[in-house]
């Protein structure tokens, strides 16, 4: 089955500073890249997504790029915020399922 | 309101006393999935479903039972809890495995 890495595990930036967060997976049929933020205390929600025909996409500060020869995608944050403080899960997926990486833990310091 | 609805939030049982955590969802999604969430180790598949009455094992099925009779509801159930099985869990749905995944808030479950 499909196996995601990602790393950091853990991510220390000043406030304005860029983060990137990066993801490998092991499954050439994976097509579809999401990414989801988890605040403390709540439900992942999703913040941005690519899928294997695209190689980057971007929504405002962040951008998500995807090379599909090496199976590595990752999550840019420009100009961070206190508020983008949070773990971030990359996931890769199949049209039957879904797997995610164990998570990298944000913190944006002041 | 579109959403992912489980209960409870918070559980405390005691081994072996069987429990079941319920999970509906009201955007006609075929595909429901449970995660558990441990620290340093994410979102590990449970159990997913990609329509009613089909259900497959995802990475750390032992010890837990699902069902899957109607589109909108994915029971989690746990016949003989551990203490291992002490975990936050999530269930989520989507149209596919493919597409944004919806989670529901969270089950923090202890046993005892």
């Known amino acids: 089955g499909e196996n995601v890495e990602q790393h950091p595990s853990t991510l220390s930036v000043q406030e304005g500073d860029s983060a990137v967060i990066k993801c490998t997976y092991s499954?050439?049929?994976?097509?579809?890249f999401p990414w989801y933020k988890q605040e403390l205390g709540k439900r992942p929600q999703l913040i941005i997504d690519?899928?294997?025909?695209?190689g980057e996409k971007k929504d405002q500060r962040i951008a998500v790029t995807l090379n599909k020869t090496a199976k590595h995608f990752s999550l840019h944050i420009t100009e961070t915020q206190p508020e983008d403080s949070a773990v971030y899960f990359c996931?890769?997926?199949?049209?039957?399922?879904?797997?995610f990486g164990a998570g990298t833990r944000l913190t944006v310091k002041p | 309101e579109a959403q992912v609805t489980q209960n409870p939030r918070y559980l405390i049982t005691v081994t072996g006393k069987k429990l079941t955590v319920t999970c509906s969802q009201n955007?006609?999604?075929?595909?429901m999935s449970w995660y558990r969430q441990d620290p340093g180790l994410g979102l590990r598949q449970i159990y997913y479903?990609?329509?009613?009455?089909?259900?497959d094992k995802g990475d750390v099925p032992e010890g837990y039972k699902v069902s899957r009779k109607e589109k909108r509801n994915f029971p989690l159930i746990l016949e003989s809890p551990s203490p291992n099985q002490t975990s936050l869990y999530f269930c989520?749905?989507?149209?596919?495995?493919?597409?944004?995944?919806?989670f529901g808030q969270g089950t923090r479950l202890t046993v005892v």
């Open positions: 499954d050439s049929a994976s097509n579809y």
């Open positions: 996931a890769a997926s199949r049209v039957d399922d879904m797997r």
């Open positions: 955007m006609n999604h075929e595909y």
């Open positions: 989520a749905s989507s149209f596919g495995g493919r597409t944004e995944a919806f």
């Open positions: 690519i899928r294997s025909n695209v």
């Open positions: 479903s990609m329509n009613v009455e089909v259900t």
